[in-house]
């Protein structure tokens, strides 16, 4: 891979009571292979009543909670606003990525 075309890329993980697979599948997006200063995680929180914030803040991750469960499509647009770049993927709470799957 060439580092000089290597772009910046937001992984948006949307979650509603998500507390028994959100360390998972944060472990698995943590560990890609894509070199760490060029994507960021951000997680939405859409106003879970379990500890899935508190999983997730042990992660570098951006979390952003919603106050009351707003359904998927409000948190991938929330995710989505808050991304700092053009490329984006949506991942769901239970979907583990292989280490390459940050790759274009």
């Known amino acids: 891979m060439n580092m000089n075309k290597i772009p910046f890329v937001t992984i948006i993980v949307c979650t509603y009571n998500g507390e ?6 944060l472990d698995a997006l943590t560990k890609q292979d894509y070199p760490k200063d060029q994507y960021e995680i951000v997680v939405v929180d859409d106003g ?5 914030s508190k999983v997730v803040s042990k992660y570098p991750v951006k979390i952003i909670k919603h106050r009351k469960n707003l359904g998927i499509s409000s948190a991938r647009n ?5 991304a700092n770049v053009r ?3 949506l991942v769901q ?3 583990l990525l292989e280490s390459n799957r940050c790759r274009l």
């Not at 028994?20 to 599948?25: E, G, N, R, T, Y």
């Not at 929330?78 to 808050?82: A, K, P, Q």
């Open 20 to 25: 028994k697979h959100i360390k998972d599948c």
């Open 48 to 52: 879970s009543t379990d500890n899935t």
């Open 78 to 82: 929330t995710g989505l606003r808050n």
């Open 87 to 89: 490329i984006s993927r």
């Open 93 to 95: 709470t239970r979907l």
